[in-house]
C-alpha cells in the first residue's frame, strides 16, 4: 500500500525554538493534511492543504504542499510547551478517498 | 464545535470474548470511517462507509470484524472473538462527501485484550 515517511521520528527542544518537521512519498498525493495527537485522544485537524505549492498557516503553524506533491512540510514558530504531542501527515491519492497516514513526529518542548 | 462521539471510551475483555464499539459521526456527515491505531503507529484504516454502504474494506480481518451503519448515521464496530494483538486504539472519524473534505475524528475506543 502507499507508504508516507515522516521525519524525523522524534525532536526535543527548548520552548520558544522553530521547528520544522516533514513527510515524503515516492507516489503524488493531492491532498495533504496535518493532525496532532494527544495522549489518550483521538487526532485533531490542523492543516488542509489542496493544490501543489499552496502554503497556508493556522496561528503559529505553517505547512505547505510540495510541487512535486510528493512530499509536505510542517513548521512550528515559537513554541510553547502545550505544542507537546504528536504530529501525523496524512494523504489522499488521486481518484481515492482514502486518507493515508505516516507514523508521526512526536515533539518534546523543554521549559 | 460539534464532534465525533465514541463509547466506550475503555475496554478491557478476555481473548475470545466478543466486543463493540459505537461511533455517532458529526451530523450531516455522509463518510464514516474505522480506523484502528497500534501504539507508535499512525492509524490505518479498516472500513469506510458512504451512508450505509461500505465503500473500502479491504483492510478489515472480516472473519472476527464486522462493521455496520443501518440507517446511515451511527456506525457499531464489532471483533469475535477478540485476540491478543486486537490491543489498540480504534479511531471513528467522519467528513462531508468528497475527496476535498478533511476528516474529523472521535476520542476513540482504548482496546486492551487480556
Known amino acids: 500500500g502507499q507508504q508516507l515517511n515522516q521525519s524525523p521520528q522524534s525532536m526535543f527542544i527548548q520552548e520558544g525554538e522553530d521547528v520544522s518537521m516533514n513527510c515524503t512519498s515516492s507516489s503524488i498525493f493531492n491532498t495533504w493534511l496535518w493532525y496532532k495527537q494527544d495522549p489518550g485522544e483521538g487526532p485533531v485537524l490542523l492543516i488542509a492543504l489542496y493544490k501543489a505549492g499552496e502554503l497556508t498557516s493556522n496561528g503559529r503553524l505553517t505547512a505547505q504542499f510540495g510541487i512535486t506533491r510528493k512530499d509536505s512540510f510542517l513548521n512550528i514558530s515559537a513554541s510553547i510547551p502545550s505544542d507537546v504531542g504528536i504530529y501525523f501527515c496524512?494523504?489522499?491519492?488521486?481518484?481515492?478517498?482514502?486518507?493515508?497516514f505516516g507514523k508521526g513526529t512526536k515533539l518534546t518542548v523543554n521549559p | 464545535e460539534a464532534e465525533v462521539a465514541q463509547s466506550p471510551r475503555y475496554k478491557i475483555t478476555e481473548k475470545s470474548q466478543a466486543v463493540a464499539f459505537w461511533c455517532d459521526p458529526i451530523?450531516?456527515?455522509?463518510?464514516l470511517y474505522w480506523y484502528r491505531q497500534i501504539l507508535g503507529q499512525g492509524p490505518e484504516l479498516l472500513v469506510q462507509f458512504q451512508d450505509e454502504s461500505v465503500v473500502d474494506d479491504s483492510q478489515l480481518p472480516k472473519d472476527r470484524f464486522s462493521a455496520e451503519r443501518l440507517k446511515g448515521v451511527d456506525s457499531t464496530l464489532k471483533i469475535q472473538p477478540a485476540e491478543l494483538g486486537d490491543s489498540a486504539m480504534y479511531l471513528c472519524?467522519?467528513?462531508?462527501?468528497?475527496?476535498?473534505?478533511?476528516?474529523?475524528f472521535g476520542n476513540g475506543t482504548r482496546l486492551t485484550v487480556t
Open positions: 472519524a467522519s467528513s462531508l462527501e468528497g475527496r476535498n473534505s478533511p476528516l474529523h
Open positions: 496524512a494523504g489522499r491519492q488521486g481518484g481515492s478517498e482514502k486518507l493515508v
Open positions: 451530523s450531516g456527515h455522509a463518510t
